[in-house]
């Protein structure tokens, strides 16, 4: 059984441009949350993705967006990136939308420039 | 607006002391509490947790006790070890619909040898 995995473990990006970060799944879970991480706080969440359908989202704009593919994996996609999206991105996967238990990734460090 | 604070951004303790980490919330609505840990260049991961209809929950070292009325919450652990150094995050959600997880700012917990 593998864990959450995550793509790239950094980036650099500019103001302005578009990033697209990546999740694999634990195998047999088809819950993936992502969460921002500024640096001296605890994480944020997102959004959720259940069966390849958003269900539930936090106060992040709709530049914010993702993707759930049948075969567990996902993506964070940032558009027109600001100076405050540079944060440690972590997605977390679990077996269920109610299931109590998520497991992380070891996230991707985005820095804006 | 954090709904879930952790006061005490670090803790230091003697090797096989009792280290106890406090958190606070403001949502009346929070019904299920997490601690997690987090070691560096890793993601959170789940270490206890407790439903509010318990004010007690032991696995091993860790319990965490949770005073409703106080809206606080904390987590022992006995006896301390090395490799407990890490940060720990308080996080809180609530039932029905998806599983939106609040965290804390995280505690800094250093285990002295």
């Known amino acids: 059984e593998t864990g959450v995995t995550q793509s790239p473990t950094h980036l650099i990006k500019t103001r302005g441009q578009q990033v697209t970060l990546r999740c694999s799944s634990q195998s047999g879970h088809n819950t993936v949350s992502w969460y921002q991480q500024a640096l001296g706080q605890g994480p944020q969440f997102i959004f959720q993705?259940?069966?390849?359908?958003?269900?539930g989202r936090g106060n992040f704009p709709p530049r914010f967006s993702g993707l759930q593919f049948p075969n567990y994996s996902s993506e964070l996609n940032v558009n027109a990136l600001e100076l405050d999206d540079s944060a440690l991105y972590l997605c977390?996967?679990?077996?269920?939308?109610?299931?109590?238990?998520?497991?992380f990734g070891p996230g991707t460090r985005l820095t804006v420039l | 607006d954090q709904q879930v604070k952790q006061n005490s951004p670090s803790l230091s303790v003697q090797e096989g002391r009792i280290s106890i980490l406090n958190c606070d919330y403001t949502?009346?609505?929070?019904?299920?509490f997490l601690w997690y840990k987090k070691y560096p260049a890793e993601g959170p991961t789940f270490l206890i947790s407790i439903s509010s209809i318990k004010d007690k929950n032991e696995d091993g070292r860790f319990t965490v006790f949770l005073n409703k009325s106080a809206k606080h919450l904390s987590l022992h652990i006995v006896p301390s070890q090395p490799g407990d150094s890490a940060v720990y995050f308080c996080a809180a959600s609530e039932s029905g619909g998806y599983q939106k997880v609040t965290f804390g700012t995280g505690t800094k917990l250093q285990v002295i040898p």
């Open positions: 949502n009346s609505m929070f019904d299920y």
């Open positions: 993705y259940y069966r390849e359908e958003e269900n």
């Open positions: 977390a996967s679990r077996a269920g939308p109610s299931t109590d238990t998520q497991y």
